[in-house]
């Protein structure tokens, strides 16, 4: 029977400590902001930001909420994004993904000052995550390996394999477990004989965006397995990539969802600007 990895409870334990670093911060003159663009009536979308905005008041981070309509053009963003840079009471820039189709997301993302990166999508920061030198990192893998790190799980030697190559959680997912001593592989659409591989996982991610389709002949006996997945079932309701119940008997750890990768994601992302505003007051002294 798999112990069940509380990603509410963690993600509480870490907003609390960043609610204290906050204050001290506070106290020394800098509150952490964080401005959140979104363009278009995506409704997910909306329901995220405001999520992130309720997380920010929450820690006691000062926030601004942008929201574009969907014909905003690229130049009227970009300046946006400009005077956000050079704003001194915000640390962190984020842009709600996906963006309307008639803006170019990688010109928009290089247009963010990468100490203001606190999706770490910039293509610096993306760098500096391959080469283990990251000022941030991308929040849901950061998110999971937090759980990870929470629940006592050690990744050193272990077999990692993680399912989904996406720039946002797949990729630099297998580079966090890589740098903590993890032996990693990443398998996607086109990998042969899937199943093979996850059931040889010690540790197996799943990020696919396909509803229950980990099922429990699909992993190793004692394995952890962390489900990224967003995804709704046959009747609507919210779902992970992983087949809970079949994997339950066999796994050694399992995350919910939801309740378990999800709550991590904001929550890194309330880290990520902590750490931008305190990089901030480094840039200040110097
Ligand atoms: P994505 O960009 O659509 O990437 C999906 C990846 O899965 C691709 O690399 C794809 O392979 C691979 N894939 C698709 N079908 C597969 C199959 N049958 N077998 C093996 N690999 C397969 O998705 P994403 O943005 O990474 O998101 C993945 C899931 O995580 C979604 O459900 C999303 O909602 C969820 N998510 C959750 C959070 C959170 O905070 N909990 C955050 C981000 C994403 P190819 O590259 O070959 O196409």
């Known amino acids: 029977m798999a112990k069940i990895?509380?990603?509410?409870?963690?993600?509480?334990?870490?907003?609390?400590?960043?609610?204290?670093?906050?204050?001290?911060?506070i106290a020394a003159g800098i509150r952490p902001g964080l401005a959140v663009i979104i363009v278009g009536e995506d409704s997910a979308s909306k329901v995220y930001v405001r999520n992130k905005i309720k997380a920010c008041a929450e820690v006691g981070f000062h926030?601004?909420?942008?929201?574009?309509?969907?014909?905003?053009?690229?130049?009227?963003?970009l300046?946006?994004?400009?005077k956000l840079n050079a704003d001194p009471a915000i640390h962190g820039i984020l842009v709600q993904l996906p963006l309307p189709?008639?803006?170019?997301?990688?010109?928009?993302?290089?247009?963010?000052?990468?100490?203001?990166?606190?999706?770490?999508?910039?293509?610096?920061?993306?760098?500096k995550i391959m080469l283990g030198q990251y000022d941030f990192l991308p929040c849901t893998p950061a998110g999971v390996?937090?759980?990870?790190?929470?629940s006592g799980i050690d990744v050193a030697g272990k077999d990692c394999v993680v399912v989904g190559r996406s720039n946002i959680v797949g990729k630099p997912q297998a580079m966090l477990l890589l740098h903590?001593?993890?032996?990693?592989?990443?398998?996607?659409?086109?990998?042969?004989?899937?199943?093979?591989?996850?059931?040889s996982a010690d540790i197996l991610i799943v990020a696919i965006g396909k509803a229950k389709f980990i099922t429990g002949d699909m992993i190793k006996e004692g394995a952890v397995v962390i489900d990224v997945g967003m995804d709704r079932d046959e009747n609507g309701k919210l779902?992970?990539?992983v087949d809970f119940d079949s994997c339950f008997d066999k796994a050694s750890y399992l995350t919910p969802v939801p309740g378990g990768v999800g709550p991590m994601t904001i929550t890194m992302l309330l880290r990520n600007t902590l750490s931008a505003a305190k990089l901030s007051m480094k840039q200040d002294i110097k």
């Open 5 to 25: 990895i509380d990603g509410k409870y963690i993600a509480q334990q870490v907003r609390c400590e960043i609610k204290a670093e906050t204050q001290a911060l």
């Open 63 to 77: 926030s601004e909420n942008y929201e574009l309509p969907a014909e905003t053009e690229q130049e009227e963003l």
């Open 79 to 82: 300046s946006l994004i400009k």
């Open 101 to 127: 189709r008639h803006l170019d997301e990688n010109k928009v993302i290089a247009a963010i000052d990468p100490k203001k990166d606190v999706d770490a999508f910039h293509i610096q920061n993306v760098g």
């Open 145 to 150: 390996m937090k759980l990870l790190e929470y």
């Open 180 to 199: 903590a001593n993890g032996t990693v592989q990443i398998c996607h659409s086109k990998t042969k004989n899937l199943a093979e591989k996850t059931a």
């Open 239 to 241: 779902c992970g990539d």
